[in-house]
Nanobody, 117 residues
């Protein structure tokens, strides 16, 4: 089992920046990748970025150029740096730890990001 906790959300003005953190604990050796998602009210959950255990990254098109995913292996923590935030970025941001093999995915509770225009 893997436990995931997000932090770093809050209220920010349009054009501002936030850095979200995602701390994993438990069977972290069985994590093959970690990813950030977001879900706005009334919309489906969208993947923003993913980083594998080897450090490869992948980004979805809609935030490319404004977000950077990184990780600190010593802290079992993944970060999402978000810049030039827009009102449409307002959403609950979730972190997921993707397990190896048949382990499945483990989700955090989410952290609210609100961007005021």
């Amino acid at each position: 089992q893997v436990h995931v906790v997000e932090s770093g959300g809050g209220l920010v003005q349009a054009g501002g920046s936030l850095r979200l953190s995602c701390a994993a604990s438990g069977s972290t050796d069985n994590i093959k990748a970690m990813a950030w998602y977001r879900q706005a009210p009334g919309k489906q959950r969208q993947m923003i970025a993913e980083i594998t255990d080897s450090g490869d990254t992948d980004y979805s098109y809609f935030m490319t150029g404004r977000v950077t995913i990184s990780k600190d292996n010593a802290k079992n923590t993944v970060y999402l740096q978000m810049n030039n935030l827009k009102s449409e970025d307002t959403a609950v941001y979730y972190c997921a730890a993707k397990g190896k093999g048949t382990m499945g995915d483990f989700w955090g509770q989410g952290t609210q990001v609100t961007v005021s225009s």
